[in-house]
């Protein structure tokens, strides 16, 4: 609902999707998008990208509107104003590997393919999360930014967080703070209340990451996969055999060295006719 409502809002022209998978988003997208707008959506496995185009075209979407490109997002990228005439993006989402967030987008940087006012949508930016890329946002002073809370795909106990970044170029020195106004409380936001507060922003991820702490300490004591409990019983009494084997060992052990020590006590000592004389 996030991504459809922000395409709604802002009417792009040209959408650039980094992640096809199976089409999904691609067709969220698809459906808000206006008439003269064109969707180019990225996939670099071959599988997905087949199951991805039969799912768009049977959904009524041909290639004047969402074109689908094949291949690594870094070797994409750097192609994309020759091989498909693309000028600037108005609208971008990230939904691939999320290592690759930062990287692909100094690379619509570095090609100068995004414009003032482009929007950039980053999903999963809190699990599993994508803190360099977010780190970057934060401090180049090129974006304002938000976080739009969610939660995990099929997992609504997990909570989540989509990047909504702004494009505004670099109009003042990163030295002094932004002028934009950022929005705090919106009422126009029904679900999501946007998350402009880095301290806030910070106690999720440390709370996520307690979260996954939990589960890490969580049935420690679990049999491994493939090895059944009655393996782990039996290693645990052959331990216990050793040890009375070993304790039974010492006691005699301990015996031989009395015997030894009395003898010797006997030997030294002189017997009774010594005396006598």
């Not at 989402?93 to 987008?105: E, Q, S």
């Not at 994508?130 to 946002?137: G, N």
């Not at 997992?155 to 109009?171: C, P, Q, S, V, W």
């Amino acid at each position: 609902k996030i991504l459809e409502r922000l395409i709604s809002e802002t009417v792009p022209l040209t959408v650039l999707e980094l992640g096809t998978y199976c089409g999904y988003s691609a067709l969220r997208m698809a459906r808000n998008l206006s008439l003269s707008a064109r969707l180019y959506t990225v996939e670099m496995d071959k599988g997905n990208a087949a199951v991805a185009e039969k799912i768009i075209r049977l959904a009524g979407f041909d290639e004047d509107t969402v074109e689908q490109i094949i291949g690594p997002t870094d070797e994409v990228i750097p192609q994309l104003r020759e091989s498909f005439g693309v000028d600037k993006f108005d609208f971008v989402f990230m939904n691939h590997w999320k290592r690759c967030y930062l990287r692909d987008l100094q690379l619509l940087e570095d090609y100068d393919l995004l414009q003032e006012g482009s929007i950039v949508v980053a999903d999963n930016v809190i699990f599993t999360g994508a803190p360099h890329f977010m780190q970057y946002a934060k401090s180049c002073g090129k974006y304002s930014w938000k976080i739009h809370r969610t939660h995990l795909e099929y997992f609504r106990h997990i909570r989540d967080g989509m990047a909504e970044l702004t494009y505004i170029g670099l109009k003042m020195s990163t030295l002094f703070p932004s002028l934009f106004p950022r929005v705090t409380e919106s009422l126009w936001f029904n679900l999501d209340r946007p998350c402009v507060d880095e301290n806030e922003l910070q106690q999720q991820e440390n709370q996520h990451q307690a979260w996954l702490q939990s589960i890490a300490e969580k049935n420690n004591t679990l049999v491994p996969i493939g090895k059944p409990a009655s393996e782990n019983y039996d290693d645990e009494e052959e331990e216990d055999d050793e040890d009375d084997e070993d304790s039974e060992e010492d006691s005699e052990e301990d015996e031989d060295m009395q015997d030894m020590d009395e003898m010797n006590d006997y030997n030294e000592s002189p017997d009774d006719g010594e005396i006598n004389e």
